[in-house]
């Protein structure tokens, strides 16, 4: 009991002095703190510059939240590895075969922080939007964790929440519209949905809910505004990690398009296709996505 005292003290002091620059020790605590702190700058960028020059506006926030989670990664979990995707060579694969002075630490570490200072850069530069977020994940080689992720937060500043895997949220997401009869509702992105999300909707009689960041959407169906996130055709494990991590935290189910697991801190960081939803939905959406990638 007074060890627990002891600890739980020490861990609530080091939350308690964010303000003098000490975070919260836990992973997932760490990363909820974290994915704040970069959403803060990034709302800091946005007032200072305004929208009459998106492209600019764009650049900065991306390089404004990219140095300050490099920063504190660096200053507070020195010895892991971070994968990003502003770094400069993040989108290079390293092939079997490849002289290893070209390898990525990443791919030799146990812990690797996999973060997307700014998911969905478009929708941050456009004045109004509140759909784009700061992911922080944390993989973790030797985790017991789904997909290996061991801690991740997805902060929407500009939605004033922020989710993460310290205190996941419950399962299952309410309202359970699509289960009680409504239609279904599939989030997907507003300027490059899956070229077969229209004929799957159609098929499923479901509605399409078109929304900006993979986090906002994969957050959409953790709270129950959407019944599934479906994406195909690009992306990079730094735009799915740290909200899949919380989805699958709370207990839904996520996977490929085509069923299978979803697998990160791989050399090649492409990771082109998800579908996030309840566990209910998931047999029969997966049929139905499979119909459209057969027709294809
Ligand atoms: N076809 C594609 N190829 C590569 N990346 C894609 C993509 N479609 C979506 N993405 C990325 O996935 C994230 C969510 O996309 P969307 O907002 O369209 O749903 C965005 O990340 P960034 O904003 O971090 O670049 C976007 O760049
Ligand atoms: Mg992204």
């Known amino acids: 009991m007074g060890e627990q005292t002891k ?23 760490f990363a909820r703190w974290l994915a704040d702190r970069a959403g803060q700058e990034l709302l800091r960028v946005r007032a200072q510059m305004g929208h009459a020059d998106g492209k600019a506006l764009k ?12 920063a504190e990664l660096a200053r507070w979990r020195p010895a892991d590895a971070v994968l990003s995707e502003e770094d400069e060579h993040a989108r290079v694969a390293w092939r079997e075969g490849e002289p290893d002075t070209v390898r990525p630490d990443r791919l030799g570490a146990s812990r690797v922080w996999i973060v997307d200072p700014l998911d969905g850069t478009r929708e941050f530069s456009e004045e109004g939007r509140s759909d784009w977020a700061v992911h922080v994940a944390l993989w973790t080689a030797d985790s017991s964790s789904p997909a ?36 279904i509702r599939i989030a997907a992105s507003r300027t490059r949905p899956p ?20 986090g906002v959407k994969i957050a959409a169906v953790i709270s129950g505004e959407a019944d599934a996130y479906v994406h195909a055709g690009g992306q990079y494990e730094w735009d799915s990690a740290a909200p899949v991590a919380v989805a699958l935290a709370t207990g839904l189910h996520a996977s490929r398009v085509d069923g299978s697991p979803l697998v990160y801190n791989r050399a090649d960081p492409k990771l082109p296709d998800l579908v996030v939803c309840r566990k209910d939905l998931a047999p029969r959406l997966l049929a139905a996505i499979g119909k459209q990638l057969r027709t294809q």
């Open 59 to 70: 650049a900065a926030g991306d390089k404004a939240a990219h140095d300050l989670l490099r």
């Open 148 to 183: 290996c992720l061991s801690a991740g937060a997805v902060a929407m500043p500009a939605q004033h929440r922020t989710i993460a895997t310290d205190n996941p949220p419950a399962y299952p997401p309410m309202p359970l519209e699509s289960a009680t009869g409504g239609a």
């Open 7 to 29: 600890v739980s003290a020490r861990v609530t002091g080091q939350r308690d002095g964010a303000d003098s620059g000490a975070p919260p020790v836990i992973d997932a605590a």
């Open 195 to 214: 070229a077969f999300v229209t004929a799957l909707a159609e098929d499923l009689g479901a509605e399409l809910v078109p929304m900006g960041s993979a």
